[in-house]
């Protein structure tokens, strides 16, 4: 039987049960849409869930879910689903929206919640000009039916509720369509069929294969277009599973300037895009700023700011070895985003500095929230700023990779401007393993506002070859007996071992020898002496460095003694630098680049016009209630009873309302007697 | 607007008019409705003319808006009148004092104690909590009298907090002009609005149906949402004004947040009266709180208002984030829990208005519903990341 198959089926599938079905596996796939972060790298998933569940939640299509085919598959049932329980619904719904029921019998107006029987005093010819008059009054539509058994009144109002029905849910099967040709289906419909693929790995656009470029006339897509300031660009990029696809645009942009406001406190006040647009075809050219929230729409491509980067800064560097010759300052400069090999002349290094990202700006809050007080946060204007917070502007920033010849990399962020801590000054460089650590910064003290002198004291300290004339000028100074020989060559020789130890890894390597060879309560005591004569050694690199340099040596004072100890631990942590120098940016040509992103939506006028009925149905099939009211007059007694889609307790109010008040117009005792 | 009558009043305590259709809707208007009508059109005027530099197509457009809106609620809903009256002598005295000076919020006693935003906000905290109390004092002792304080208390809560929302919006121009911006763009914000419009709607309500009993239920909700108001501004300092980033710089914003809100604090209502029926239905409480039919009623009241506000703030969202994102729907997690709630309550509708589904089903549906949207509401923010991180905890 396959008809009656049939009709079952469709029978289902408009079933509201099978709508709600549908519904709910839509809400918890996207729920499971919610809580897995989608689009993000694979390694990232990979990392997460082990190769097993990667697999295995990468064929369910769970890193992209609300493009998954099975989710696309369920919104194609629900469109159907809806589509369906309309058309059922519509014949049905046309005869209530057009039909008075006029052939309504006595019995069964009987049935129904709300009737009451009539038994009027006035005379029966007035009967008819009072109920036509109260319908008229009230608002109601209503058609005459003479008949044997009497004359009905068949009277309806708010009838055009019954379209909310028709717009709310035609709406849905809108919007979905809509939804559905703006999703990315119709692009998996051009990998399909039209062998398009995304192509992997990191080429130049140049050499992008056809099969992964689309057509500039492709009706639907979201491009993101990457743009340094000063050039320009026609190619949008679209990431799809890992790999890309290119997207030609009818026209080109250039980027004139790109421009980011910030308020006082560092937060972003405006991203905008001064553009130059020139079509393809037709030549034509024109400006415009394309801002955040003020997208421009030209040839059917609405184009959004969608992001920033760098365009290419390019950052002079002054590299300062850690080395205990005095070389000068390697300088050498290179542009954001690039790659170069990094060797000294003896070969003792070598490595590939990848430059990865300058920050012209950063808006620091300098005072960590101090504990405020309650009254702060109930009393007075929303302008006070109960952190009192400091907030300073730190400069420029700039982030770079070293990666050695085994291909393990360092990050480093530095600060181009050295930075006042608590009334002293220093240059910021932080440095992590991975990118799952917080950067670990190293402080190097200003003295006479330069790092020169840090690093001459860096040098004397850790060259072997001139640790005996310092430990030997360490002895001469800090001992009181000068005469003592053997006391001076003990001396001498505690430290020029410290310094060796020193040298080898700071102050973690003095407490590890301390460990590993004094006995347990000697220890206090020893560490003690080790930090003494590290400090004396400290304050003669100081001055053998300011010596070299020729400068003058000052009166040891607060200020000095705090330059000292700073520089001690800067020079601790030197040790477990990672790089063999010090990247200082001597100067920067500032290039940033704006992201926009591209898009051609062709759904979205029938997402709006669905929008738009769904909002008018909504409301109507909500606010506009349809009553219904019959009145039949028969011999002696009149019958009244009223129906409603919406059984609501006003209803009830209505009803008697309207009942009480033919009953007084008629002088008519009711039956049932009022409660 | 929102109210637009299809039928006169339900079980109101007034008695029915004599002749109720004799299309009477004009004459019905007291001399005070014109008055209040009078008053908006001035003061629209007066805003017009002392600030038509400074006001762009949308803000005109908007201005002029108000006064057939404010018209309609006021008409419809009368208490409605008095509360915009005393909003306006209250912010528009706060704003003469201030001078634009935002210093003198410290030096003067009645801005320090009173009518700075800080102040007021902490007002309406204190004035929710007093009233729940006073409405469980009324519901528990069979107090008439402890209801009907409840009620004025909650009446003051809610001027006292659109109060304290306008001055906000006047401080925050008087940090600078380029920062000031309508106060309903943090979290913080966002939460003084949720309890003024679940206060208002069930104001509404207990008007409507001339009962005050459920007030001790859904001041619980609002006082929970105050609570948190108080430990999100004590922990993380949050009242403090902050200027707004560029996604947020849009027309769009002024519309969507208070619709999302009306849709929020009807859902917040219509659980809160589950909770109640409930409670009836296991025989506690049954002869203080109103009928099981009313409750019933006044959720799906509460439901139906908050679902066609919730569809146009959705849909309002769409229309923004198109502007901003570049598409009007990208399964960010903020728009996908707004849609598992819109759906929620879809389904919840069906069940009653196709299935005719009643009783403590649908009141556990819309409890459970509650939790959704509260999830859709602060969840979100607090574990998933994405788009709308702008409240983030």
């Not at chain 2, 939460?191 to 208002?200: E, I, K, N, Q």
């Amino acid at each position: 039987m396959p008809r009656a198959t049939a009709r079952a089926l469709i029978e289902l599938l408009s079933s509201m049960r099978f709508a709600i079905s549908l519904l709910t596996v839509l809400a918890i796939a996207s729920i499971i849409g919610t809580v897995v972060r989608q689009n993000e790298a694979f390694n990232a998933y990979l990392n997460q869930f082990g190769q097993f569940w990667f697999l295995f939640f990468g064929k369910l299509g769970l890193y992209s879910v609300y493009n998954a085919s099975w989710f696309t598959v369920i919104l194609a049932f629900l469109v159907l689903s809806t589509a369906l329980c309309v058309i059922r619904q519509a014949p049905l719904m046309w005869r209530e929206i057009c039909g008075f029921r006029e052939h309504a019998r006595e019995a069964s107006l009987q049935l129904f919640h709300h009737h009451a029987t009539l038994t009027p005093a006035v005379p029966a010819d007035t009967w008819r000009e009072v109920v036509t008059n109260h319908l008229a009054a009230a608002g109601f539509r209503f058609k005459v039916n003479e008949r044997i058994d009497g004359v009905l009144f068949a009277a309806k109002q708010g009838s055009a509720g019954r379209v909310g029905y028709f717009f709310a849910h035609g709406a849905i099967v809108l919007i979905c369509l809509g939804g559905l040709l703006d999703g990315n289906l119709p692009l998996r419909l051009m990998m399909t069929l039209e062998g398009k693929a995304p192509a992997v790995g990191n080429q130049l656009i140049a050499d992008m294969p056809a099969a992964a470029r689309l057509d500039v006339d492709n009706f639907s897509y979201r491009a993101n277009v990457y743009i340094p300031e000063g050039r320009s660009s026609s190619m949008g990029v679209l990431n799809i599973d890992d790999g890309i696809l290119l997207q030609p645009l009818p026209f080109t942009i250039s980027l004139k300037r790109f421009i980011i406001d910030h308020y006082e406190n560092g937060m972003p006040r405006r991203f905008a895009s001064e553009v130059l647009i020139t079509d393809t075809t037709s030549g034509e050219s024109f400006e415009r700023t394309i801002e955040v929230n003020k997208p421009l729409e030209f040839r059917g491509v609405t184009l959004y700011q969608s992001s920033f980067d760098d365009g290419g800064s390019i950052l002079h560097f002054a590299a300062r070895s850690f080395a205990p010759t005095s070389a000068p300052p390697l300088e050498f400069e290179g542009e954001v985003g690039s790659s170069m090999t990094l060797s000294s002349a003896g070969d003792e290094y070598s490595f590939k500095l990848e430059l990865t990202g300058f920050r012209p700006v950063n808006v620091e809050n300098m005072l960590e929230s101090s504990a405020t007080n309650m009254l702060d946060g109930l009393l007075g204007n929303g302008a006070h700023d109960p952190a009192r917070r400091e907030l300073r502007n730190l400069g420029p920033s700039y982030t770079y990779k070293l990666r050695d010849a085994t291909g393990q990399a360092l990050e480093f962020n530095n600060y181009m401007l050295p930075l006042q801590v608590n009334g002293r000054w220093y240059h910021y460089s932080g440095m992590r393993a991975s990118q799952m650590e917080p950067f670990r910064y190293l402080r190097i003290p200003l003295d006479d506002g330069s790092i020169d002198t840090w690093f001459g004291m860096r040098r004397t300290l850790f060259d072997p070859a001139r640790r005996s004339v310092l430990a030997r000028r360490f002895a001469d100074r800090n001992l009181d007996a000068p005469d003592d020989n053997t006391l001076h060559e003990r001396l001498t020789a505690a430290a020029e071992h410290t310094l060796t130890l020193f040298s080898s890894g700071g102050f973690d390597a003095v407490g590890k020898f301390i460990t590993a060879n004094i006995p347990e309560a000697e220890r206090d005591s020893a560490g003690e002496a080790f930090i003494k004569i590290m400090q004396g050694l400290a304050w003669e690199s100081w001055q053998m460095a300011r010596e070299e340099a020729g400068k003058p040596i000052p009166e040891a004072d607060d200020s000095l003694a705090g330059f000292v100890r700073d520089s001690l631990a800067a020079l601790s942590d030197s040790t477990a630098y990672g790089a063999p120098f010090y990247l200082q940016l001597s100067a920067y040509e500032q290039r940033q680049a704006s992201v926009l992103q591209a898009s051609r939506s062709p759904g979205k006028p029938l997402v709006y016009l669905g929008s738009l009925l769904l909002v008018i149905g909504v409301f109507a099939m909500l606010y506009v209630r349809e009553r219904r009211l019959f009145v039949l007059l028969r011999h002696g007694t009149m019958t009244l009873a009223m129906s409603s889609n919406r059984k609501t307790i006003d209803v009830d109010e209505t009803f008697i309302r309207h009942r009480d008040t033919l009953a007084a117009a008629l002088q008519a005792t009711i039956s049932p007697p009022p409660q | 607007m929102e109210l637009a009558p299809a039928s006169p009043t339900p079980a109101s305590p007034r008695p029915a008019p004599a002749s109720p259709h004799a299309n009477g809707w004009l004459q019905r208007r007291t001399g005070g409705d014109w008055l209040y009508l009078l008053a908006l059109i001035g003061g629209a005027m007066l805003a017009c003319l002392n600030y038509r530099t400074t006001l762009d197509g949308y803000d005109l457009a908007i201005l002029i808006l108000h006064v057939p809106i404010l018209t309609a609620i006021g008409w419809y809903w009368r208490p409605f009148r008095l509360l915009i009256l005393l909003v306006t002598v209250l912010a528009l005295a706060s704003i003469n004092l201030y001078q634009g000076d935002l210093a003198r919020a410290e030096k003067l006693f009645l801005l320090k104690y009173l009518l700075s935003s800080q102040t007021a906000i902490s007002w309406m905290s204190a004035l929710f909590f007093i009233a729940t109390g006073a409405y469980w004092l009324g519901l528990l002792a069979r107090s008439d009298f402890a209801e009907r304080t409840g009620s004025f208390l909650t009446w003051s809560a809610v001027t006292m907090g659109t109060t304290g929302l306008f001055v906000r919006w006047y401080e925050s121009y008087l940090i600078g002009p380029d920062i000031g911006h309508i106060p309903i763009s943090n979290l913080y914000e966002v939460f003084v609005l949720f309890s003024l419009f679940t206060a208002l709607l069930y104001l509404f309500y207990e008007g409507r149906y001339a009962t005050r009993k459920l007030g001790a239920f859904v001041l619980l909700v609002i006082s929970a949402a105050v609570l948190f108001l108080l430990w999100y501004a004590f922990t993380r300092e949050a009242y403090q004004i902050q200027p707004l980033i560029p996604a947020l710089q849009s027309y769009w914003m002024k519309v969507h947040v208070p619709a999302n809100f009306i849709g929020y604090g009807a859902f917040a209502v219509a659980a809160m009266v589950g909770v109640a029926q409930l409670l009836v239905s296991r025989g506690l409480l049954a002869s203080r709180l109103p009928a099981p039919s009313v409750l019933e009623d006044v959720m799906y009241k509460a439901i139906a208002i908050g679902f066609a506000f919730f569809t146009i703030a959705t849909i309002l969202g769409a229309l923004w984030a198109a502007e901003a994102w570049g598409t009007y729907w990208q399964w960010d997690p903020k728009e996908t829990w707004a849609l598992i709630v819109w759906l929620n309550y879809a389904v919840w509708l069906h069940m009653r208005l196709t299935r005719g589904l009643r009783g403590t089903m649908l009141a556990w549906w819309a409890v459970l519903g509650l939790l959704v949207t509260t999830f859709a509401f602060v969840g979100v923010n607090m574990f998933l990341s994405g788009l709308h991180s702008y409240g983030s905890l």
